[in-house]
């Protein structure tokens, strides 16, 4: 057998598109935490081109219950690995932006309150995508969606992004992150960060799709990176509550992060409409203190 | 009495997803490759293997040519050829 | 050892004998004390279980399945709207084939909102594949939950149990209850062993993506071991009966069925009434019986036809309809027999807690003997019912 199918927990053969961000970042995650871990997945692009019947990605043990309820499932694994006394065993729930911020979230709240030892990835391709790029809660501003379209009068998503990360630092958890895999390092280091914390743990990791952003496989990893030089994607860590650490960036202005995205088209031809966008970068970069020291 | 429940670790592979390839797939040149292991790190179908020191493959009965080994490499020596 | 105990109490009592490993819960009003009995044995250490405060039924329900999944036996219980909120998490259980036991409180769904006993709630999770049994009496519940145990966690079963009690009826209600030893207990129910879990020595995927080349079999498969589990109740009923002493679960309980000319047909609480009623009739010289149906999912078709077929009129009484058609029970024992005799008629009684009396069953007799009915509703307050919309005062 071929070492790539040994070496990995998340392995070839799955039905992702070309270039998927989650696939990145789904194995990056696995592969961190090592073979004792246990993941339960919400219903989603993930779960589905990861587990066709009889087929599956996954050599750690995997469970797909629905799509709201995978921290719940989660707390329920995790408390029976403690009536065994396993609890060496790291407990995950994966799921999409849609299962996190919007129908997911009343389940996370609870597992977070509860103090679980839990560590909830969120794989934020903002959309709906399994379902065909619908709106979410996470959906950036001004995004087209086939349910937050840009037409003669809608100038695609009219409202920011939910903010999950922060939500899940003001239950005071001992780890709250964003991530990237245009930055797959720092996303190793935060994952196993959150491993060696006993207690709830969410990370945020933005995936690119190149399916629903409109865009070219090859690109995925430019534009996550640019995703967050340009601001529009903090990369931020909390610690029960308090901002502890921020990516600094040198400042890229958006144009170049959506010029190459097709759900950010109709930015290109209305410059009011990109100025908002930026805007939100600006107003990102201030609030985290983003930007470098000039020297 | 039971149906299909449940899936063995990794029978994914059974699914040679090479045959999705339309367009382009890489070609490694082991010219210049430094061992950094980007590639192998964000490959999204986790098909290249390290076969010896500074020398890297894909597996390409699973590669689909996204092109993401050639964009990451720091040294320029994966670039993607039409696939005849 | 014999205690004086409220219905849900029992079922504490029981649960804790089972040694489960996990146990999460909503409340909801009837079932809380089953809950609150259950924290406080965690609480003082009688039952070392991770008890888990969650912040809805579906999130209850989704702790025991990820509990049971991981290879560890759990418990929950609800009621009413709780059971319908966690609808989906339940077809979800029943379709892994994970063995939880699951205490349902009856009671009738909103709206409007009404907290007292009726069986539309069990009723509308008939389709779900779960093992379903309605109880008479405290003892009955406190039995049942070790059995349900056992015969979910048989390895050519796994399949859920829902035990139903009459809310407020059985719940609150206070009756004497026998309660067995640990070493009983231990002797009947070993500890859980699934064939399947999330365990990192042997990793699998479980809740896969089933396409309709593989969907059906599934579906099937689950058919099929339900109609198995009609032949393995009465075992494991016999079981628990030579290691307890007392009757063990059953399909059906025939109560004077077998000289009576007319039988009354029902399930749960309601039977205790009729059965007195029975008594009394029987004295008044009327040939009558009781046949209480004790696990309703999978129906014992087979069993009722045999103790119904030879009998001249039967009536079935649900707190319970399928609105729109039917009582649901009605539906089901109606079409077990095609000729003249016996003759089935359907009533429908109870709901929203509305006592069944002896005056009810009195009237069901009557209207039998005059009228053909398939879905009457017995005690009906006409003064509230206009054909127009209006305002109550």
Known sequence: MSNHLKDHLFVSGHTACSGCGQAIAARLVVDSLGKDTIVCNATGCLEVFSSKCPQSSWRIPWIHSLFENAAAVASGIEAAL???????????????????????????????????????????????????????????????????????????????????????????????????????????????????????????????????????????LEIAKNAVLSGLYPLVEYEYGKLTKVFKISRKPVIEYIKPQRRFRHLLKDEKVLKELQGVADRNIEYYGLGKEEK | MFGPLVAKPGSSKNNQTGSWRMLRKPKFLHKNCIGCGMCKLICPEACIDKKDKNFYEPDYSYCKGCGLCSYICPKKDIIMVEEK | ????????????????????????????????????????????????????????????????????????????????????????????????????????????????????????????????????????????????????????????????????????????????????????????????????????????????????????ETRYAIQKTLEDVLKIIPEVGGEFESVFKRKGIDLVEKYKIDDAEEVIVAMGSVCGTIKDFIDKKRKEGLSLGLLRIITYRPFPKEEIFNSLKDKRNIFVLEKAVSLGNEGPLYTEIKSLFEGETPYVSGFIAGLGGRDITFNTLKKMLEIAKKDKVRSYFLDVNYSLLKEEFFIYE
Request: hydrophobic content about 40%.
């Open chain 1, 82 to 220: 403690r009536y065994l006394g396993k609890e060496h065993i790291e407990v995950c729930a994966f799921a999409g932006d849609g299962g996190t911020s919007d129908i997911g979230l009343q389940a996370l709240s609870g597992m977070l309150e509860r103090g679980h030892n839990v560590l909830f990835c969120c794989f934020d391709n903002e959309a709906y995508m399994n379902t065909g790029i619908q709106r979410s809660g996470l959906t950036p501003y001004e995004a087209s969606t086939t349910t937050s379209p840009a037409g003669k009068i809608w100038q695609g998503n009219w409202r920011p992004k939910k903010p999950v990360v922060e939500i899940c630092a003001a239950h005071f958890i001992p780890y709250a992150a964003s991530a990237s895999v245009g930055f797959p390092q720092d996303l190793q280091r935060k994952v196993k960060k959150a491993a060696s914390i006993s207690g709830p743990k969410y990370i945020q990791i933005h995936c690119p799709c190149p399916l629903g952003w409109g865009f070219d496989s090859s690109l995925t």
């Open chain 3, 1 to 216: 050892m014999k205690k004086f105990l409220e219905g849900s109490h029992a079922v504490a009592e029981a649960v804790k004998l089972c040694k489960p490993g996990v146990i999460s819960a909503y409340p909801i009003t009837p079932q809380t004390h089953i809950v609150e009995r259950l924290a406080e044995f965690v609480a003082n250490g009688e039952i070392n279980a991770q008890f888990v405060n969650v912040e809805s039924e579906h999130s209850a329900a989704s702790v025991v399945l990820g509990a049971e999944a991981a290879g560890v036996r759990a418990f929950t219980a609800t009621s009413s709207q709780g059971l319908v909120l966690m609808s989906e998490v339940l077809f979800n259980i029943a379709g892994l084939r994970l063995p939880l036991v699951l205490v349902c409180a009856n009671r009738a769904l909103s709206s409007p909102i009404n907290i007292w006993n009726d069986h539309q709630d069990a009723v509308a999770l008939r389709d779900s594949g779960w093992i379903q049994f309605f109880v008479e009496n405290n003892q009955e519940v406190h039995d049942f939950i070790y059995q349900a145990y056992k015969l979910a966690e048989n390895p050519k079963i796994m399949l859920p149990v829902m035990i139903n009690m009459d809310g407020y009826i059985l719940t609150h209600g206070m009756e004497p209850v026998d309660i067995p030893s640990q070493t009983e207990v231990d002797k009947f129910l070993p500890p859980y062993n699934p064939p399947y879990k999330l365990d990192v020595d042997n990793p699998l995927s479980m809740g896969l993506l089933g396409d309709p080349t593989v969907y059906l």
